[in-house]
């Protein structure tokens, strides 16, 4: 059993960038993948980016390649997301969750989730 916390979040402006953690506790973080999903207000949560347990796989949703980029650190317990060339429309509540088994761009795959980090980015 994990336990997910993120931070990181905050204002920006448009081009700007943020890094995203999430530390786990718990010794099994290695046995989960690692995921980030968003909520913008209004608007159900959504699939940003995916890493598989050893972290040799990595996934994102096609608005965020290329400018997002996920990591883990197993020793830390921390899965991270770096966000550059930040846009309006990456404004949003953003949630990390730790699953096990699953296809990793779906919600029901993530069984612990984080309180969320709110990132706005500004025009």
């Known amino acids: 059993q994990v336990q997910p916390v993120e931070s990181g979040g905050g204002l920006v402006q448009a081009g700007g960038s943020l890094r995203l953690s999430c530390a786990a506790s718990?010794?099994?973080?290695?046995?989960?993948?690692m995921g980030w999903f968003r909520q913008a207000p209004g608007k159900e949560r959504e699939f940003v980016s995916a890493?598989?347990?050893?972290?040799?796989?990595?996934y994102y949703t096609d608005s965020v390649k290329g400018r997002f980029t996920i990591s883990r650190d197993n020793a830390k317990n921390t899965v991270y997301l770096l966000m550059n060339s930040l846009k309006p429309e990456d404004t949003a509540v953003y949630y990390c969750?730790?699953?096990?088994?699953?296809?990793?761009?779906?919600?029901?795959?993530?069984?612990?989730w984080g309180q969320g980090t709110q990132v706005t980015v500004s025009e």
């Open positions: 969750g730790a699953g096990s088994n699953g296809i990793l761009t779906r919600i029901r795959t993530y069984d612990y």
């Open positions: 718990g010794r099994t973080f290695s046995r989960y993948a």
């Open positions: 890493i598989t347990r050893s972290g040799n796989n990595t």
